[in-house]
Structure formats: C-alpha cells, structure tokens
C-alpha cells in the first residue's frame, strides 16, 4: 500500500514534517482524509492560539510529489468559494480561488475531492460553486447553500 506524508506549511514558509506517514489504498482516499481531519486540525491551531488561514496540508507520496495541497484559509473563507476543475486527457487539475489545490488523472476523482471540500463548507453555511472546465467547455454548479438561500441573502 502507497505510503503519504502530511505535512503542514506555515504561511511565513515554515513546514512541519510528517516523519512517519500513512498508508493508503491510492491519492484520492488520502486526500479524503486530509479534507475530513481539517475541521480538527482547525480547532488545534485555535487551541494553541495560532491562526488556522496561516496554515495549508500537504500530502507527498512516497517519491517526494506533493499530490495535493489544502489551505485552512479556503475552508475558512467567510463569503463564496470558487472551485475549478480544469481537465484534459492529461489529467485533471483543482483550484480554489485561484489557488492551486491539486491534480488528477481522472475527472471524476477530481470531482469527488472537491464535492466533499464543498460538502465540508456547506456543514458550515459557507456558498461555493464549481466550474468544472475542458477542452469542450465549462460546466457550472452551485452548492445547495447557493440554491436554498434566499435572493439577496448575505452568505458568510
């Protein structure tokens, strides 16, 4: 089983590694786990009176690649998230709001990770919405916290 480190990067460019790591079936279920265990790790940085948007997750595989990388700030943004899926027959690649999150061979492992970054924030009351982009065109979703909210209601 595919060993990954989670390792966590400090906004001023300091990084705490994960000496030991995890094992997991593929990147997709260790991504999964960074996404779930973020709420958690969000209430330690508080605890410890540091602030969580200074800080991002990221997992490496067992060569060294950082395979995907998540920023407390985009699950912390008070308005709106942007998530774009921008794909090819190269592969598949994830930002949030223009930020660089992580990639994929295939679109629908893409859209899984995102869709449960987006379920994440819409626990939270928080709106997102998807693009998902190829070569044939753009696809725009909103998440039922843009679609249940009434028109002009503020969603923070």
Same mark, same amino acid.
């Given at each position: 089983m %595919?060993?990954?480190?989670?390792? #966590?990067?400090?906004?001023?460019?300091?990084?705490?590694?994960d000496?030991?790591?995890?094992?997991?079936p593929?990147v997709?279920?260790?991504?999964?786990?960074?996404?779930? @265990? &973020?709420?958690?790790?969000?209430?330690?940085?508080t605890?410890?009176?540091?602030?969580?948007?200074?800080?991002a997750?990221?997992?490496?595989n067992? !060569?060294?690649?950082?395979?995907?990388r998540? %920023?407390?700030?985009?699950?912390l !943004? %008070?308005?709106? &998230? !942007?998530?774009? #899926?921008?794909?090819?027959n190269?592969?598949?690649? #994830?930002y949030?709001?223009?930020?660089?999150?992580?990639?994929?061979?295939?679109?629908?492992?893409?859209?899984?990770?995102?869709?449960?970054?987006?379920?994440?924030?819409? &626990?939270?009351?928080?709106?997102s919405?998807?693009? #998902?982009?190829?070569?044939? @065109?753009?696809?725009?979703?909103?998440?039922?916290?843009?679609?249940?909210a009434?028109?002009? !209601?503020?969603?923070?």
């Open positions: %595919p060993r990954f480190y989670l390792h #966590i990067r400090c906004k001023d460019g300091g990084m705490s590694y000496q030991s790591g995890l094992d997991y593929d997709e279920t260790a991504c999964h786990a960074v996404v779930l @265990g &973020a709420r958690d790790l969000k209430q330690v940085f605890a410890r009176g540091h602030d969580p948007q200074d800080y997750v990221e997992v490496e067992d !060569t060294g690649k950082v395979v995907f998540l %920023p407390f700030s985009q699950d !943004t %008070p308005s709106h &998230a !942007t998530y774009r #899926i921008v794909g090819s190269l592969g598949w690649l #994830i949030c709001n223009d930020e660089f999150v992580g990639g994929f061979a295939q679109q629908s492992s893409a859209e899984f990770l995102v869709w449960e970054m987006v379920e994440t924030r819409c &626990a939270e009351q928080k709106a919405e998807v693009l #998902i982009e190829d070569e044939f @065109g753009c696809e725009k979703h909103l998440c039922p916290c843009f679609k249940e009434p028109p002009g !209601t503020l969603l923070s």
